[in-house]
Protein backbone atom coordinates (compact mmCIF):
# COMPACT_ATOMS: atom_id res chain seq x y z
CA UNK A 1 0.00 0.00 0.00
CA UNK A 2 2.74 2.24 0.88
CA UNK A 3 4.66 1.78 -2.61
CA UNK A 4 1.16 2.20 -4.29
CA UNK A 5 0.25 5.88 -2.55
CA UNK A 6 4.02 6.50 -3.17
CA UNK A 7 3.60 6.27 -6.83
CA UNK A 8 0.75 8.61 -7.01
CA UNK A 9 2.43 11.87 -7.21
CA UNK A 10 1.32 14.66 -9.42
CA UNK A 11 4.03 16.43 -12.09
CA UNK A 12 2.35 19.31 -11.67
CA UNK A 13 3.19 19.60 -7.90
CA UNK A 14 5.24 22.66 -6.30
CA UNK A 15 8.20 22.60 -4.09
CA UNK A 16 5.50 22.87 -0.77
CA UNK A 17 3.62 19.99 -2.58
CA UNK A 18 6.30 18.11 -2.94
CA UNK A 19 8.46 18.45 -0.19
CA UNK A 20 5.94 19.34 2.74
CA UNK A 21 2.78 18.25 1.79
CA UNK A 22 2.63 14.94 -0.32
CA UNK A 23 5.18 13.09 2.77
CA UNK A 24 2.34 14.11 5.19
CA UNK A 25 -0.92 12.92 2.94
CA UNK A 26 1.01 10.03 1.88
CA UNK A 27 1.10 8.87 5.20
CA UNK A 28 -2.03 9.61 6.17
CA UNK A 29 -3.11 7.71 2.48
CA UNK A 30 -1.48 4.70 3.73
CA UNK A 31 -2.80 4.47 6.91
CA UNK A 32 -6.32 4.74 5.74
CA UNK A 33 -6.06 2.47 2.98
CA UNK A 34 -4.69 -0.17 5.59
CA UNK A 35 -7.23 0.40 8.15
CA UNK A 36 -10.29 1.01 5.96
CA UNK A 37 -9.90 -0.79 2.49
CA UNK A 38 -13.69 0.16 1.58
CA UNK A 39 -12.78 3.90 1.81
CA UNK A 40 -13.89 6.21 -0.94
CA UNK A 41 -12.08 9.01 -2.40
CA UNK A 42 -15.15 11.08 -2.02
CA UNK A 43 -15.06 10.21 1.97
CA UNK A 44 -11.85 12.31 2.24
CA UNK A 45 -12.95 15.07 -0.35
CA UNK A 46 -16.26 15.55 2.70
CA UNK A 47 -13.37 16.00 4.90
CA UNK A 48 -11.54 18.79 3.49
CA UNK A 49 -15.26 20.21 2.96
CA UNK A 50 -15.56 20.25 6.83
CA UNK A 51 -11.73 21.61 7.28
CA UNK A 52 -12.78 24.55 4.88
CA UNK A 53 -15.97 25.18 6.58
CA UNK A 54 -14.54 25.25 9.62
CA UNK A 55 -11.50 27.54 8.42
CA UNK A 56 -14.31 30.04 7.09
CA UNK A 57 -16.50 30.16 10.39
CA UNK A 58 -12.53 30.56 12.55
CA UNK A 59 -12.32 33.99 9.94
CA UNK A 60 -15.49 35.15 9.99
CA UNK A 61 -16.41 35.05 13.66
CA UNK A 62 -13.27 34.17 15.68
CA UNK A 63 -11.29 37.13 16.05
CA UNK A 64 -7.48 37.21 16.54
CA UNK A 65 -7.54 33.58 17.53
CA UNK A 66 -9.87 33.00 14.95
CA UNK A 67 -7.49 34.83 12.19
CA UNK A 68 -4.89 32.09 12.98
CA UNK A 69 -7.26 29.21 13.39
CA UNK A 70 -8.23 30.18 10.23
CA UNK A 71 -4.68 30.47 8.67
CA UNK A 72 -3.90 26.80 10.09
CA UNK A 73 -7.13 25.35 8.77
CA UNK A 74 -6.48 26.51 5.24
CA UNK A 75 -3.06 24.92 4.76
CA UNK A 76 -4.41 21.76 6.73
CA UNK A 77 -7.18 21.37 4.00
CA UNK A 78 -4.73 22.14 1.43
CA UNK A 79 -2.41 19.05 2.84
CA UNK A 80 -6.27 17.25 3.46
CA UNK A 81 -6.84 17.71 -0.50
CA UNK A 82 -3.76 15.96 -1.38
CA UNK A 83 -5.05 12.40 0.37
CA UNK A 84 -8.07 12.04 -1.44
CA UNK A 85 -6.53 11.88 -4.80
CA UNK A 86 -3.51 9.91 -3.38
CA UNK A 87 -6.31 6.90 -2.53
CA UNK A 88 -7.61 7.58 -5.73
CA UNK A 89 -5.02 6.92 -7.81
CA UNK A 90 -3.54 4.13 -5.60
CA UNK A 91 -6.95 2.25 -5.49
CA UNK A 92 -7.67 2.81 -9.28
CA UNK A 93 -11.33 4.51 -8.23
CA UNK A 94 -10.46 7.75 -10.09
CA UNK A 95 -13.39 9.53 -11.52
CA UNK A 96 -14.24 12.53 -13.76
CA UNK A 97 -17.26 13.21 -11.30
CA UNK A 98 -14.71 12.87 -8.02
CA UNK A 99 -12.45 14.61 -9.83
CA UNK A 100 -15.04 17.53 -10.65
CA UNK A 101 -16.50 17.44 -6.74
CA UNK A 102 -12.89 17.60 -5.66
CA UNK A 103 -12.60 21.05 -7.73
CA UNK A 104 -15.72 22.27 -6.80
CA UNK A 105 -14.29 22.10 -2.84
CA UNK A 106 -11.31 23.11 -3.61
CA UNK A 107 -12.65 25.90 -5.00
CA UNK A 108 -15.32 26.70 -2.45
CA UNK A 109 -12.32 26.54 -0.16
CA UNK A 110 -9.95 29.14 -1.92
CA UNK A 111 -13.51 31.73 -2.22
CA UNK A 112 -13.86 30.89 1.51
CA UNK A 113 -10.56 31.77 2.69
CA UNK A 114 -9.98 35.22 0.06
CA UNK A 115 -13.68 36.50 2.10
CA UNK A 116 -12.85 35.56 4.99
CA UNK A 117 -9.63 36.90 4.79
CA UNK A 118 -11.23 39.72 3.55
CA UNK A 119 -13.77 40.14 6.23
CA UNK A 120 -11.69 39.17 9.16
CA UNK A 121 -8.78 41.56 8.59
CA UNK A 122 -11.37 44.45 8.29
CA UNK A 123 -12.82 43.63 11.67
CA UNK A 124 -9.58 43.95 13.06
CA UNK A 125 -7.15 46.42 11.52
CA UNK A 126 -9.82 49.27 9.96
CA UNK A 127 -11.87 50.25 6.73
CA UNK A 128 -8.34 50.21 5.11
CA UNK A 129 -8.54 46.85 4.52
CA UNK A 130 -12.19 46.53 2.86
CA UNK A 131 -11.23 48.06 -0.56
CA UNK A 132 -8.14 45.77 -1.23
CA UNK A 133 -10.10 42.82 0.49
CA UNK A 134 -13.26 43.59 -1.85
CA UNK A 135 -11.06 43.16 -4.99
CA UNK A 136 -8.85 40.46 -4.23
CA UNK A 137 -12.44 38.55 -3.58
CA UNK A 138 -13.42 39.81 -7.53
CA UNK A 139 -10.37 38.46 -8.78
CA UNK A 140 -10.51 35.11 -7.19
CA UNK A 141 -14.25 34.83 -8.18
CA UNK A 142 -13.32 36.21 -11.98
CA UNK A 143 -10.63 33.84 -11.67
CA UNK A 144 -11.96 30.55 -10.89
CA UNK A 145 -15.18 31.42 -12.75
CA UNK A 146 -12.95 31.71 -16.03
CA UNK A 147 -10.70 28.96 -15.23
CA UNK A 148 -13.21 26.78 -14.61
CA UNK A 149 -15.07 27.58 -17.72
CA UNK A 150 -11.83 26.80 -19.88
CA UNK A 151 -11.29 23.77 -18.69
CA UNK A 152 -14.70 22.49 -19.63
CA UNK A 153 -14.35 24.31 -23.30
CA UNK A 154 -10.56 22.51 -23.20
CA UNK A 155 -12.25 18.70 -22.71
CA UNK A 156 -11.04 18.72 -19.56
CA UNK A 157 -13.81 19.60 -16.55
CA UNK A 158 -13.18 19.91 -13.20
CA UNK A 159 -9.46 19.96 -13.99
CA UNK A 160 -8.37 23.10 -13.46
CA UNK A 161 -4.58 22.23 -13.97
CA UNK A 162 -5.07 22.93 -17.32
CA UNK A 163 -3.70 26.38 -17.24
CA UNK A 164 -0.64 24.81 -15.58
CA UNK A 165 0.09 22.13 -18.54
CA UNK A 166 -0.68 24.87 -21.30
CA UNK A 167 1.93 27.50 -19.75
CA UNK A 168 4.58 24.20 -19.21
CA UNK A 169 3.81 23.05 -23.19
CA UNK A 170 3.94 26.52 -24.70
CA UNK A 171 7.62 27.13 -22.95
CA UNK A 172 9.65 23.76 -22.31
CA UNK A 173 12.64 25.32 -22.32
CA UNK A 174 14.74 28.48 -21.34
CA UNK A 175 14.16 31.52 -19.19
CA UNK A 176 10.52 31.13 -19.83
CA UNK A 177 10.12 27.92 -18.82
CA UNK A 178 12.00 29.10 -15.76
CA UNK A 179 9.76 32.34 -15.50
CA UNK A 180 6.24 29.38 -15.62
CA UNK A 181 7.70 27.34 -13.46
CA UNK A 182 7.98 30.08 -10.63
CA UNK A 183 4.40 31.91 -11.32
CA UNK A 184 3.14 27.91 -11.23
CA UNK A 185 4.90 27.88 -7.79
CA UNK A 186 3.81 30.72 -6.48
CA UNK A 187 -0.15 30.39 -7.60
CA UNK A 188 -0.19 27.01 -6.52
CA UNK A 189 -2.70 26.72 -3.23
CA UNK A 190 -0.18 24.38 -1.73
CA UNK A 191 2.02 27.46 -1.77
CA UNK A 192 0.32 30.29 -0.94
CA UNK A 193 -2.06 28.37 1.93
CA UNK A 194 1.33 27.45 3.32
CA UNK A 195 2.56 30.79 3.24
CA UNK A 196 -0.22 32.64 4.19
CA UNK A 197 -0.64 30.46 6.98
CA UNK A 198 2.67 31.02 8.30
CA UNK A 199 2.46 34.87 7.81
CA UNK A 200 -1.01 34.68 10.03
CA UNK A 201 0.84 32.35 12.62
CA UNK A 202 4.23 34.97 12.96
CA UNK A 203 1.36 37.93 13.57
CA UNK A 204 1.85 39.87 10.19
CA UNK A 205 -1.94 38.70 9.39
CA UNK A 206 -2.62 42.42 8.01
CA UNK A 207 -0.36 42.16 5.08
CA UNK A 208 -2.40 38.95 3.67
CA UNK A 209 -4.84 41.04 2.04
CA UNK A 210 -2.26 42.98 0.30
CA UNK A 211 -0.12 39.88 -0.89
CA UNK A 212 -3.01 38.03 -1.61
CA UNK A 213 -4.45 40.87 -3.64
CA UNK A 214 -1.41 40.64 -5.83
CA UNK A 215 -1.07 36.97 -5.99
CA UNK A 216 -4.49 36.81 -7.03
CA UNK A 217 -3.63 39.93 -9.46
CA UNK A 218 -0.83 38.14 -11.15
CA UNK A 219 -3.28 34.51 -11.26
CA UNK A 220 -6.15 36.11 -13.27
CA UNK A 221 -3.30 38.04 -15.93
CA UNK A 222 -1.89 34.83 -16.37
CA UNK A 223 -5.59 33.12 -16.88
CA UNK A 224 -6.25 36.12 -19.46
CA UNK A 225 -3.20 35.90 -21.28
CA UNK A 226 -3.78 32.14 -21.89
CA UNK A 227 -7.52 32.05 -23.35
CA UNK A 228 -6.86 32.56 -26.86
CA UNK A 229 -4.46 29.61 -26.68
CA UNK A 230 -6.84 26.97 -24.78
CA UNK A 231 -9.75 28.17 -26.84
CA UNK A 232 -7.36 27.06 -30.13
CA UNK A 233 -6.65 23.66 -28.26
CA UNK A 234 -10.22 23.68 -27.00
CA UNK A 235 -11.63 21.50 -30.16
CA UNK A 236 -8.30 18.72 -29.54
CA UNK A 237 -9.19 16.07 -27.55
CA UNK A 238 -8.07 15.33 -24.19
CA UNK A 239 -7.79 12.72 -21.50
CA UNK A 240 -10.39 12.25 -19.35
CA UNK A 241 -9.96 14.51 -15.95
CA UNK A 242 -9.62 12.06 -13.11
CA UNK A 243 -7.81 13.74 -9.93
Known amino acids: VRRLVGATAKPSDGPVSRWLNRPISRRVSAGLLLLMPDIRPSHVTAVVAVAGAAMFAALLFGGRAGLI ?61 AGVGALLVLFGLVGMVLLGWLARRAGRPGNLDVLKSYYRRRFPTGWQHRVTETLVAMTSRDFFAFAFGLIIVCGAGWTVSWLLFGFSAIWLTTIIAAVPGLLRQGGAPAPASAR
Open 69 to 129: AGGVLFHVASVIDGVDGEIARASHRSTVAGATLDTRVDVATNLGFFIGIAVSLTRLYGAGQ
